[in-house]
């Protein structure tokens, strides 16, 4: 890649790659911790919510465009 983009492109590959690989792995670290977190809750009889509440209460306020 050096010799396409020059020296300074070079260096904003690099920055880039270096930025988002780390930031790949480190998602990938944090969802696989998520899956162990929840499969030792479940081991442990934790209550374990599958899914976020949605908040209805929030669109029928006076005022709101859909409300």
């Known amino acids: ?3 396409m983009y020059g020296v300074l492109g070079n260096k904003v590959v ?3 790659t270096g930025w988002l690989i780390p930031a790949a792995y480190l998602a990938l670290n944090w969802s696989a911790a998520t899956v162990a977190a929840f499969g030792l809750a479940r081991q442990l009889d934790a209550p374990v919510q599958r899914r976020a509440r949605r908040r209805h209460h ?3 306020r ?3 465009p859909r409300g």
């Open 1 to 3: 890649m050096r010799a």
């Open 58 to 60: 929030l669109r029928h």
């Open 14 to 16: 690099i920055a880039l």
């Open 62 to 64: 006076r005022g709101h």
